[in-house]
């Protein structure tokens, strides 16, 4: 996971919005969380498939406990997606841009961080292990914001239209051709290339295997 990037960032490259109600913060601040009414962009892992159940317990939390004016924004980043069934038909859905992973913009304090942290189904924050100055134990890990870059670039692939076609198949599978030239064709899957949406299938041509490349949608899989 790329984005986040655990070391320290430049303060310069930091994500700073101001959030609503600010003044109001009248927490008392532990020595290691500075005092400030910046709400950041902050990455939270979750429990594998449970980031829908965290947004939306962490939502009520928020409220319940007093929060809410500093939780200002919980997303879970998600491009268009279609996936294609044995028998031909499309199922449209959404794939999560960093699964595992929720984002929150909030002002960090010790009542935000413990609301987030003790929420079921959290692992941690992202961020540094802030490790402590005798012993051997091991630290907390000091949440970390992500940087204006990081931010842009995570939100500017969810909003992405263009949705990826996913089939289920590999090297070896059989394949009919669905449409195009080679409507018709049978063949076997040579080569796969998900990023692309394409794949490779040698098909037999005027007797002879050739390899042709096809997109996902013109072909469906055989049982």
Do not use: T
């Given at each position: 996971m790329s984005e986040f990037d655990p070391t320290p960032q430049d303060t310069?490259?930091?994500l700073d919005l101001p959030a609503p109600n600010d003044g109001e913060e009248s927490a008392k601040q532990s020595p290691s969380i500075a005092k400030t009414s910046i709400a950041r962009w902050y990455a939270v892992q979750v429990a594998?498939?449970?980031?829908?159940?965290v947004k939306a317990t962490l939502e009520q939390r928020a409220v319940t406990l007093g929060v809410s004016n500093r939780i200002l924004e919980i997303e879970i980043p998600q491009t268009p997606a279609v996936n294609?069934?044995?028998d031909g038909s499309r199922q449209a859905t959404e794939d999560k841009v960093?699964?595992?992973?929720?984002?929150v913009r909030m002002i960090l304090d010790e009542d935000t961080m413990m609301a987030v942290r003790s929420t079921p189904n959290v692992i941690n924050f992202v961020g540094a292990e802030d490790r402590r100055a005798t012993g051997k134990a091991r630290g907390h890990i000091k949440p970390r914001p992500l940087s204006r870059q990081e931010v842009n670039r995570i939100f500017k692939r969810a909003a992405e239209k263009k949705?990826?076609?996913?089939?289920?198949?590999e090297e070896g599978d059989q394949i009919v051709v669905t449409s195009g030239p080679f409507k018709d064709y049978q063949g076997?899957?040579?080569?796969?290339?998900?990023?692309?949406?394409?794949?490779?299938?040698?098909?037999?041509?005027f007797g002879r295997e050739t390899p042709v490349e096809l997109e996902?949608?013109?072909i469906t899989k055989q049982n």
């Open positions: 310069k490259e930091v594998s498939s449970c980031e829908k159940k294609l069934k044995k960093f699964p595992g992973y929720v984002l949705a990826v076609v996913k089939l289920d198949v076997e899957v040579i080569e796969v290339s998900g990023e692309r949406n394409k794949l490779k299938a040698l098909l037999s041509i996902f949608s013109q």
